[in-house]
């Protein structure tokens, strides 16, 4: 796919994170930008491929448009703007009274796209996903490699979706409408892959993580999992029996927080204690 070429100067920066930078088109409110760092050329190029396939699945994701590369020989992605969202993240973060609520709906739609069967053939499985991370992670030695490898083949098998980096942040809403967003690791999978991830970002970060990722303290992710488990599970759930259950898979996360930072992460290792 050849890029179409745009300049910087038609966009203002709006946000960024561990892979790239979000702008505004100055003059077309209806255009979002995300704009990986410099070096980055495969992962756009794969992150609108597969959000194409994601959004013709009818997962509800805002619209991609074209790859797209700077004058300066940065690549991304140009989607279809939606107006005055916001994330559930920054709503728990500037409303920390309506938590549950949020939690409530943040369940609800991972219900639904936990529930949504794919085309196997488009879409990568989870597991292969995990494995080649573990394969290309630097960090871990090869007796622990060995050991997460067993952890992840022998774990559930399902064809639905999986987001892949599924958090707080990486669902929005706006109006009576809700998305995902940052699809760029979707799969599928057994939910528990996508769930180890809720875990991890509401209960494993410092206090110092959970503010700079998320807009809330830790206390407040916290009481957005203690409402999200029973939203998710049914009001009947055993939420200590599900945490136990989710801890490792919150640990396997830290393959993709280890490749996107480029370094270990040793507060999130330790929910791995159970496998290694």
């Keep these: 796919m050849d890029a179409h070429k745009i300049s910087l100067t038609d966009y203002i920066l709006s946000g960024g994170?561990?892979?790239?930078?979000s702008y505004h088109h100055r003059d077309d409110p209806s255009i979002l930008l995300k704009l990986?760092?410099?070096?980055?050329?495969r992962q756009p190029l794969n992150e609108v491929n597969l959000a194409r396939k994601v959004f013709a699945a009818g997962i509800p994701t805002p619209e991609p448009g074209e790859y797209v590369v700077t004058?300066?020989?940065?690549?991304?992605?140009?989607?279809?703007?939606?107006?005055?969202?916001?994330?559930?993240?920054r709503a728990?973060?500037?409303h920390p009274e309506k938590v549950d609520q949020y939690a409530a709906e943040f369940a609800h739609m991972c219900r639904q796209l936990h529930a949504t069967h794919v085309d196997t053939s488009q879409?990568?499985?989870?597991?292969?996903?995990?494995i080649s991370l573990l394969d290309e992670n630097p960090f871990f030695s090869d007796p622990e490699k060995s050991k997460l490898k067993r952890?992840?083949?022998q774990a559930p098998d399902t064809d639905t979706a999986i987001h892949g980096d599924l958090q707080?942040?990486?669902?929005?809403?706006?109006?009576?409408?809700?998305?995902?967003?940052d699809l760029g690791d979707f799969c599928y999978g057994h939910p528990y892959f996508d769930l180890g991830m809720v875990y991890l970002c509401?209960?494993?970060?410092?206090?110092?993580?959970?503010?700079?990722?998320?807009h809330m303290d830790a206390d407040t992710a916290s009481r957005f999992y203690d409402a999200f488990i029973p939203a998710y599970f049914g009001p009947d759930c055993d939420p200590g029996k599900i945490s136990e259950t989710l801890l490792p898979y919150a640990g396997l996360k830290t393959l993709i927080i280890e490749r996107d930072a480029n370094c270990p992460k040793p507060e999130f290792r330790k929910a791995l204690q159970s496998i290694l």
Excluded: H, M, W
Aim: glycine residues 14%; charged residues 30%.
């Design 17 to 21: 994170g561990y892979n790239g930078e």
């Design 36 to 41: 990986y760092y410099p070096g980055k050329i």
């Design 71 to 89: 004058e300066d020989g940065r690549y991304g992605i140009r989607f279809k703007r939606i107006e005055d969202k916001v994330s559930y993240a």
């Design 92 to 94: 728990c973060g500037d």
């Design 123 to 130: 879409f990568p499985s989870v597991k292969e996903k995990y």
């Design 151 to 153: 952890f992840i083949l």
């Design 168 to 181: 707080f942040g990486n669902a929005i809403f706006a109006g009576g409408k809700r998305y995902f967003i």
């Design 202 to 214: 509401c209960k494993l970060g410092s206090e110092e993580y959970t503010k700079e990722q998320f």
